[in-house]
């Protein structure tokens, strides 16, 4: 089992800038990758960006100029660094882990005023 849980959401204005946490409890040891998605109100989940265990990165092109994910392994924690938000950026924040499982967190909300 692996518990994950998000954390630096917020309201932020347009071009403004978070940094969302994710840090993972539990079973990590068989963490093959972790990601961040997103799901705004009235749409689908989508994926932000993705980090695997060796370090390669992963992102969706619309964000891939905006946002860094990032990991600290000895915190077991990752990052998702957000600059030059837009209010198209409002949504709830999702952690996710793949290991034998896909783990989700309760995510964090992030809205962007204009």
């Known amino acids: 089992q692996v518990q994950l849980v998000e954390s630096g959401g917020g309201l932020v204005q347009s071009g403004g800038s978070l940094r969302l946490s994710c840090v993972a409890s539990g079973s990590i040891f068989s963490i093959k990758i972790m990601g961040w998605y997103r799901q705004a109100p009235g749409k689908q989940r989508e994926l932000v960006a993705t980090?695997?265990?060796?370090?390669?990165?992963n992102y969706a092109d619309s964000m891939k100029d905006r946002f860094t994910i990032s990991r600290d392994a000895a915190k077991n924690t990752v990052y998702l660094q957000m600059n030059s938000l837009k209010p198209e950026d409002t949504a709830v924040y999702y952690c996710?882990?793949?290991?034998?499982?896909?783990?989700w967190g309760l995510g964090t909300q992030v809205t962007v005023s204009s």
């Open positions: 996710n882990a793949i290991s034998t499982e896909l783990y």
């Open positions: 980090i695997a265990r060796s370090g390669s990165t």
